[in-house]
């Protein structure tokens, strides 16, 4: 299966070096589009610390860009956080289950509701 690109040039694209970045799932990555994920640790000076411990999106995976990237486990991935975006190694970033989630309120239904 030939993964889609994003050929698309915007602030994004621009910004990050995501020329070719793939908007998709992509079988064998370490994430999926949309995951909700926790930057737990930066690997190189290159990473802005004001971002260690926040949570965003995955947006994007390149494979493209030099950075050493290998094909289909090993992307830098493009994290969205509200109006910015940046780019991790699979190292950097967990995904958050729902108890790592901020609250959300829920009422319970019968079939939650215990005996």
Same mark, same amino acid.
């Given at each position: ?13 621009? !910004? ?10 992509? !079988? ?19 990473? !802005? ?67």
């Amino acid at each position: 299966m030939k993964p889609l690109r994003s050929t698309k040039r915007g602030w994004l694209n621009e !910004d990050m070096g995501a020329q070719q970045g793939i908007y998709k799932d992509v !079988d064998g990555a370490p994430f999926k589009i949309g995951d909700r994920v926790k930057v737990v640790s930066l690997s190189d000076d290159t990473a !802005d610390e004001d971002l260690l411990g926040s949570q965003g999106s995955v947006l994007y995976f390149e494979y493209s860009c030099g950075c050493g990237q290998t094909f289909p486990n090993d992307p830098m991935i493009g994290v969205q956080f509200g109006e910015r975006t940046a780019e991790f190694w699979k190292e950097e970033l967990s995904v958050l289950n729902e108890s790592q989630r901020e609250p959300v309120a829920h009422t319970p239904t019968k079939t939650s509701q215990q005996p």
